[in-house]
Structures are given as structure tokens and as C-alpha cells.
């Protein structure tokens, strides 16, 4: 699943830096002086590479770069995708819901809010890049928070909690989690009616299937077509 093929995209930073294909933490140099494509051009990109958590682009043209210099940053392009390679019900690709494993899926990983990489289901990854291609069509950046969470992440999350560790907020049992059985997803929203994302998932959201289903989090939506196609934006009983 390659999103980014036959899209155009712009640079959006003038140290645009090239970099080796075999070494991509090393810049290429002309005259000892590191090439750069220039800034606000348009381009295509033929390949994406993840190393160290970071996502390099191929540049047709030109050659390899950060994801970072295009502008948008890359956002909510699919960069890799992991198939499960086994049974363990409490392992990466395991989908549970309210304490009950589902299956095994497939996760497409993104990327999301500020360049960090998430996952999003492949079961609905269509759905959700629909969702946002729509958005950004519109002028509207929907950066995701938090997507698909593995079971051994949300034990982590879960015990953080426990323990009161610094910068560790209420968290599911594992098993327990929205975020688990890959229909759930937190985009960068602080707020609600005037905030421009929320305001364009309000309208936009439902035509995609997605409608919100947590009081208090405006920020939380899930693929739920059943209740979408009643026009609803928000599920029953999510008053706030």
C-alpha cells in the first residue's frame, strides 16, 4: 500500500537536503556543499523508507530526502506495512475488543502528529484515507494522535498509569482499549465546535463512516457505518 504514488507534492524547505540511497544519515555533497532540491518544488515520490523511526522519501529527479522537507511533512502517507507472523493473541497484530481477542490484522503504518509514525488497521485504511484526503482537499490537516495500539503497548500504558508515572494519563486494561480493535482513532483536536478539524469531521466525518463515540473527547472517532449512515455524527449517548 503505497499512498504517495502518483501524487504530486511540494518542497516546503529551502536546506531540502539530499542524501545517499545506501546511507540515507549521510548528506550528498557537490563541492563540498550539500546538494538541496530546491524549495517549493513540485515532485513525485517513487519510494518511502523508514529508518530509526524516521521517514526518508525517494524524489524522482533527484534522489532520496527527509520526509520532513516536504511540505505537510508527509502527513498520513503510508510508509510500511506488517502482516502478522503469528497466533499470539496478546501480540503487535492482535484486534481485541472488551476483554475478547478478534484476530490478527494487518497494520499499514502512517505517518502521524508531529512525524511520529501509528498505525491504522488495513481493514478500514481505505476508509481512512479517505477520510483525510478529503480533509486536506479542503485545507484541512487531520494529524493523527493515536491509532491502532498493539496489546503489549497498552499494557505499557495500562502500568504506567498504575505506577503514577510521569506523563502517564487513564489508561484501558489491556484487551480493554478503543484503540485495539483497529475501528478507533484520536486526531490533533483541542476542542469543539470553532476548532476547524472538528468542526470538518462534524460535517465530513459521517459521509466517510466515521462518527464520534466517547464523551468529553472530541478528538476520538471510529469507523462505525452503521451509525453513520443515520446521519448522525455522533453515537448514541455521547452527549458532550
Known sequence: ?????????????????????????????????????????????????????????????????????????????????????????????????????????????IVGADNQLKFVSQDIADEYLALVNAAAADGILMPLKSGFRTYPKQAFLRDGWERRQPGFNLAAKPGFSNHQDGFAYDFAISGYEGNPLYDWLKRNGPRHGFVRTVNKEPWHWEYRPAIAQTGAFKAPGVTK
Not at 25 to 36: A, I, M, S
Not at 83 to 97: H, L, Y
Not at 101 to 106: E, G, S, W, Y
Open 1 to 109: 500500500m503505497q499512498s504517495y504514488l502518483n501524487k504530486p507534492f511540494v518542497i516546503g524547505d529551502p536546506q531540502a537536503r539530499l542524501r545517499e540511497g545506501d546511507d540515507l544519515l549521510t548528506f550528498v555533497t557537490e563541492n563540498n556543499q550539500p546538494k538541496l532540491i530546491p524549495n517549493g518544488t513540485e515532485v513525485r515520490i517513487t519510494e518511502a523508507r523508514v529508518l530509526r523511526d524516521l521517514v526518508f522519501v525517494n524524489v524522482e529527479n533527484f534522489g532520496w530526502t527527509a520526509a520532513t522537507n516536504l511540505k505537510n511533512k508527509f502527513l498520513n502517507e503510508t510508509v510500511r506495512v506488517f502482516p502478522p507472523q503469528d497466533d499470539n493473541q496478546k501480540g503487535a497484530n492482535a484486534a481485541w475488543d472488551a476483554g475478547r481477542f478478534l484476530k490478527q490484522i494487518t497494520l499499514v503504518q
